[in-house]
């Protein structure tokens, strides 16, 4: 699973797999924490991360959810996703 983003300790991956499951998403790792963002609703659909992280990968995807829909579609076709900017 290719990491295409990180920032703030805080690493975004997605799997490259034409099986991997909709809705579209990413995964998020942040110290021993995981979550899965759902990238159309901005939303954490599976895990956990503290309230600051929650809210900074939230604001990155809404900024950034056209580039991670584009790479989903990359990914869906068993391609390399494409590395996205970090907030800053």
């Given at each position: 699973?290719?990491?295409?983003?990180?920032?703030?300790?805080?690493?975004?991956?997605?799997?490259?797999?034409?099986?991997?499951?909709?809705?579209?998403?990413?995964?998020?790792?942040?110290?021993?924490?995981?979550?899965?963002?759902?990238?159309?609703?901005?939303?954490?659909?599976?895990?956990?991360?503290?309230?600051?992280?929650?809210?900074?990968?939230?604001?990155?995807?809404?900024?950034?959810?056209?580039?991670?829909l584009a790479?989903?579609?990359?990914?869906?076709?068993?391609?390399?996703?494409?590395?996205?900017?970090?907030?800053?």
């Amino acid at each position: 699973m290719p990491t295409i983003c990180m920032f703030y300790g805080i690493i975004i991956r997605m799997y490259c797999a034409p099986s991997e499951h909709n809705p579209p998403h990413f995964h998020v790792y942040y110290n021993e924490y995981k979550a899965i963002i759902d990238i159309r609703t901005c939303e954490i659909t599976d895990g956990k991360l503290p309230t600051k992280q929650t809210k900074i990968v939230l604001a990155w995807a809404e900024l950034r959810q056209e580039e991670l829909l584009a790479d989903w579609q990359l990914a869906q076709n068993g391609e390399l996703p494409f590395m996205i900017e970090p907030l800053r």
